[in-house]
C-alpha cells in the first residue's frame, strides 16, 4: 500500500471494521469494510470513497444504524464545496459534528467501543466473582442492579459519548432518598474506574459527578424506651412480635430469611452483608425467648409471610396504627438494629462484644479481632444486661 495514503491514519479498534486504500488512478481509491471477524466467506465492501475520514464516517453510521447509499456523497459533497451555498455549509457541519462524535465513541486512543450495559456487566462480573479482593452479600448485588436501573435510558450509549452533564442530570432526577442517590453514584463511579483500568473507555465524566443536596426523608430513627413499652404493650401482634425480636437481636432484616434458630441451646446463628456479619451467633435474649417461639409456632417464618418491601409498608401502617409514627417519627427495620445497638450502650454491654453481636469489623484491633474469643454463655452474660 502507499505509505503517502495510508501509513499516517490511526488504527482503528478491532471490531470496527477497516478502510483500504486501493492505490492511484481511482476516482475513490479507498474502500469501506465492516469487520471482518469470525466472517466464513469474502466480505463486500460497503462502499468506495474519495478519503479515509470519509470511510470512518461511514463505518460509524454503519454501526449506528444511519448508513445509506447516498451517505458517502453527501458528506464529500459537503466537504468539497462547503462555502457556495448555506445548505451544503449546514450539511457538511450536521455530517462533521456526527463524525466527530462516533469518532470520540469509538475510537478514543484505539479503545474498543463498550456500552455503558457492558461496562456495568463486566464490572458486576468482576465484582461479584468468587475470586473477587472482597466477598459480597447477595443483597448488595441486588441493590447494585437496582441502582443501574437508574441509567437505563443510557445503557446503550457508548461509555466514552457520555457527558458527566447527562450523569450528573440522571442522579439529579433519581428523586429517591440519600442513601439510594449515594449508591447510584458510587455505581457509576466504580464502573468508569473499572472500565478505564481494563482500556473500555478512555475518559472518565464518572469522576465529577456530585451528589446533590438530597434530604434523606428515611432516617433509621431508634426507638425510644417509651416507644418500647408501647410495643411491648402490643406484643401479640405479629408484626410487632418481629420488630421486638429485631430490636432484642440486632440483624439486618434480611437475615432472618435463612436465620438459624436454636431454642434448646437459645441463640441465633445467620448474618449477611460482611465477612464479620456472616454466620455470627447472638444468643436470644430471655425476654423475647416466647416471641421467638410464637413466631415458629405460627409458621409464616420471623417475616410474617411478607417479602421486604410488603414488610416495610406493613410496618410503617403498624407503627402509626399503635400511635409511634407520625409526620415526625418513622420507624424502619433498619431501626431496630440503631436500636440494638443503643440499648447495649446504655447497659453496658462491653463495646467489643457488642461489634461480635452486631457483625461489626474489628479494623486495625488485631487483639479483639484475631485473639478476641468468645463462648455463647459469655456473650448471653453480655446481652442479658440489656433490661426489659
Not at 457508548?158 to 433519581?174: A, G, H, P, R, W
Not at 430471655?286 to 416471641?291: C, D, G, H, N, V
Not at 454491654?349 to 459469655?378: Q, W
Request: hydrophobic share 35%.
Amino acid at each position: 500500500m502507499d505509505g503517502k495514503h495510508y501509513s499516517h491514519h490511526p488504527k482503528l479498534p478491532a471490531g470496527f471494521g477497516s478502510v483500504r486504500y486501493l492505490g492511484p488512478g481511482r476516482r475513490k481509491p479507498y474502500a469501506v469494510f465492516p469487520t471482518t471477524k469470525g466472517a466464513k466467506a469474502r466480505v463486500r465492501a460497503i462502499c468506495y470513497v474519495m478519503n479515509w475520514a470519509t470511510g470512518v464516517a461511514v463505518l460509524a453510521a454503519w454501526h449506528a444504524g444511519q448508513y445509506d447509499p447516498g451517505l458517502p456523497d453527501r458528506i464529500e459533497a459537503g466537504a468539497s464545496f462547503g462555502g457556495l451555498n448555506p445548505e451544503v455549509d449546514a450539511l457538511r457541519d450536521a455530517f462533521c459534528q456526527q463524525m466527530l462524535s462516533y469518532f470520540r465513541a469509538f475510537i478514543p486512543n484505539g479503545c474498543f467501543p463498550c456500552t455503558l450495559q457492558e461496562g456495568f456487566e463486566q464490572f458486576y462480573a468482576w465484582k461479584y466473582s468468587a475470586s473477587a479482593p472482597k466477598q459480597l452479600s447477595d443483597s448488595a448485588a441486588y441493590h447494585d442492579r437496582w441502582a443501574f436501573q437508574r441509567f437505563s435510558e443510557l445503557a446503550g450509549r457508548q461509555m466514552d459519548s457520555i457527558t458527566v452533564d447527562e450523569l450528573q442530570q440522571v442522579v439529579n432526577q433519581i428523586g429517591l432518598k440519600r442513601s439510594a442517590v449515594d449508591r447510584s453514584v458510587t455505581l457509576i463511579k466504580g464502573i468508569y474506574r473499572h472500565a478505564i483500568s481494563r482500556e473500555l473507555c478512555s475518559r472518565n465524566p464518572a469522576q465529577y459527578v456530585r451528589t446533590p443536596a438530597t434530604p434523606d426523608s428515611v432516617s433509621h430513627q431508634e426507638f425510644t424506651d417509651e416507644e418500647l413499652r408501647t410495643l411491648w404493650a402490643h406484643r401479640k401482634d405479629p408484626m410487632v412480635r418481629m420488630v421486638l425480636i429485631m430490636c432484642y437481636s440486632g440483624f439486618r432484616w434480611s437475615a432472618y430469611v435463612n436465620m438459624e434458630t436454636n431454642l434448646e441451646e437459645g441463640y441465633f446463628k445467620g448474618g449477611v452483608k460482611t465477612e464479620a456479619g456472616r454466620n455470627r451467633i447472638v444468643p436470644i435474649h430471655s425476654a423475647i425467648l416466647p416471641l421467638v417461639e410464637e413466631m415458629l409456632r405460627e409458621g409464616k417464618g420471623y417475616h410474617c409471610g411478607f417479602g421486604q418491601y410488603k414488610f416495610i409498608r406493613e410496618m410503617k401502617k403498624k407503627m402509626a396504627e399503635i400511635g409511634i409514627d407520625d409526620d415526625e417519627r418513622h420507624h424502619t427495620p433498619h431501626s431496630c438494629r440503631h436500636t440494638f445497638s443503643r440499648l447495649c450502650e446504655s447497659y453496658g454491654v462491653r463495646e467489643a462484644d457488642r461489634k461480635r453481636m452486631m457483625g461489626h469489623s474489628f479494623g486495625n484491633d488485631i487483639t479483639n479481632g484475631i485473639y478476641g474469643h468468645r463462648t455463647l454463655e459469655e456473650l448471653r452474660q453480655e446481652i442479658e444486661k440489656i433490661r426489659v
